[in-house]
């Protein structure tokens, strides 16, 4: 799918922390479409709390194919763009953390862990309360696999 069509379907999106890295860092070309719309009120980029702490802490933007250097302190510029026009922070309701703990021990089931898919578990959980697309990397697709019988309506799109 182009970067346009990625924009025709998207008025509001969640975002797990891998596609935060890249979106606020503007890392992928898409990343970058994404940011520049959600600053300029383009589309409403919706982030759980969770991919925002776990995207802070990311060291890398754990793309297989990239080669460039990634400085310490990404939080610093995430942080900025969370600030920004069109991003919308959002902390879990009760509901929704119980929620996404029963995801997570569906993940650990399958020995599937870490924060990275915890953070994961509430963007699912977040996605499918607002009845919005999900947007995450496709290196994070094991985080959602364990959850295609869960969650067999959640829609990801790629950046």
């Known amino acids: 799918m182009s970067q346009d069509e990625l924009l ?12 935060l890295y890249r979106i606020a860092l503007g890392h992928t070309p ?8 959600a600053l300029t009120g383009d589309i409403r980029l919706v982030v759980p709390a969770f991919s925002f702490g776990v995207a ?4 890398t933007c754990w ?3 990239c080669d460039e250097r990634h400085p310490p302190g990404a939080g610093a510029a995430i942080r900025r763009f969370l600030g920004g026009h069109g991003v919308e922070a959002a902390e879990p309701t009760p509901e929704a ?3 996404a703990g029963q995801l997570y021990a569906d993940c650990a089931q399958h020995r599937v862990t870490g924060a990275e898919v ?3 578990c509430h963007t699912v959980v977040l996605a499918g309360d607002r009845g919005t697309p999900l947007v995450s990397a496709a290196r994070a697709s094991y985080c959602y696999l364990p959850l295609a019988d869960r969650r067999p309506s959640l829609r990801i799109d790629y950046v």
């Open 63 to 65: 793309d297989e194919e």
């Open 8 to 19: 025709a379907r998207l008025e509001t999106a969640v975002v797990d922390a891998y596609s």
């Open 97 to 99: 953390t119980v929620a």
């Open 56 to 59: 802070c802490a990311m060291r």
């Open 30 to 37: 898409r990343g970058s479409v994404l940011r520049d719309a």
């Open 118 to 120: 915890l953070a994961a």
